[in-house]
Every structure is written in structure tokens, then in C-alpha cells.
Nanobody
């Protein structure tokens, strides 16, 4: 059974930090790209950051560049999203998802698997 399980969300004050985890199972992790998405109330879902586990390449949305860092490793089959200098506009449900294509192509290809999300709330 394929699973993507997010954790690490919570309430934090503006300027603070959180580290999200995405634990994957049921598929060949190293062959997949993992993308962190977020969806704020009333807004469309947006891709935040991406990491290609096959070559280690990564990318970030302009809105989080320089504040968020995506990484893969430490615990087996887990991707992390370190979020620093959080702002109220970062408040959203954060999802991780997996695709068999790289970071350049997932927006056209779509995602193969999705997690259920973890809520991040940043207070001002």
C-alpha cells in the first residue's frame, strides 16, 4: 500500500520556524520526485518546493526561496521541508506528493500519490 504521511505542522508565531516531514512507503522512493504543495483557505493549491530523489535536484517557488529548504535523507524514505522566517501568508495545509517525473515536469504530468496534509498556522 502506498502511503505518504506528513507531520510537523502546528502553530507558530511570525518569524518562527517549523520542519515538516513526509514519510513515504509502498513505492520505490529513489525513483520519485517529491513535491510539497500548500493550499490556503480560499486559494488554489500551489507547489512550494520539489526534490528529485534520483538526482538530488531541487526547486522552490519564488515566495519561499531563501526561507524554505527541502531535503531528503536522515530517516529512510523521508523528505523534509525546513521552513524559516514564517509569515502569516504561509498559513496553509501542506501536502507532500510523489511523481515519477522530475521537478521540471510534474506540473504537466501530475502527481501519482498524495498525502493527507498537515496544517501550518502562522500568527502575526
Amino acid at each position: 500500500e502506498v502511503q505518504l504521511v506528513e507531520s510537523g505542522g502546528g502553530l507558530v508565531q511570525a518569524g518562527g520556524s517549523l520542519k515538516l516531514s513526509c514519510a513515504a512507503s509502498g513505492f520505490t522512493f529513489d525513483d520519485y520526485t517529491i513535491v510539497w504543495f500548500r493550499q490556503a483557505p480560499g486559494k488554489e493549491r500551489e507547489g512550494v518546493s520539489c526534490i528529485n530523489n534520483s538526482d538530488g535536484s531541487s526547486s522552490y517557488a519564488d515566495s519561499v526561496k531563501g526561507r524554505f529548504t527541502i531535503s531528503s535523507g536522515n530517516a529512510k524514505n523521508t523528505v523534509y521541508l525546513q521552513m524559516n522566517r514564517l509569515q502569516p501568508e504561509d498559513t496553509a495545509v501542506y501536502f507532500c506528493a510523489a511523481a515519477v517525473v522530475g521537478c521540471t515536469y510534474y506540473q504537466d504530468y501530475g502527481m501519482d500519490y498524495w498525502g493527507k496534509g498537515t496544517l501550518v498556522t502562522v500568527s502575526s
